[in-house]
Nanobody
Framework: QVQLAESGGGSVEAGGSLRLSCAVS????????LGWFRRAPGKEREGVAV????????YYADSVRGRFTISQDNSKNTLYLQMDSLKPEDTAMYYC?????????????????????WGRGTQVTVSS
């Protein structure tokens, strides 16, 4: 069983920054794709950013591209999401997830159903 644990959430004012971390219990070579997803109250789960661990290819949602950066530290089995220029609409519970196989990586964030393992989430609240 793969375990993921998010940290780094909190409350910030608009324009501020946060860095989320996700500790992954499985070594990088076994994770085809790692990603960050979020769910705001009353909304469906949304893919934020993913990274294909072997190629390093990254994909972002249009709403965060240019403001958020996904990265991985294989030596620490840790996934990161650097979030800058935060907006109130970024307020949500953020989840990290790992996929055994998430498709060929055609330029879009894979569907959440391809991610078999999920963390419990960390809350991000951005005030205006």
């Amino acid at each position: 069983q793969v375990q993921l644990a998010e940290s780094g959430g909190g409350s910030v004012e608009a324009g501020g920054s946060l860095r989320l971390s996700c500790a992954v219990s499985r070594s990088p070579e076994h994770n085809h794709c790692l990603g960050w997803f979020r769910r705001a109250p009353g909304k469906e789960r949304e893919g934020v950013a993913v990274i294909y661990t072997e190629s390093g290819a990254t994909y972002y949602a249009d709403s965060v591209r240019g403001r958020f950066t996904i990265s991985q530290d294989n030596s620490k089995n840790t996934l990161y999401l650097q979030m800058d220029s935060l907006k109130p609409e970024d307020t949500a519970m953020y989840y990290c997830a790992a996929a055994n196989w998430a498709g060929p990586g055609g330029g879009e964030i894979p569907t959440p159903s391809l991610f078999a393992y999920w963390g419990r989430g960390t809350q991000v609240t951005v005030s205006s």
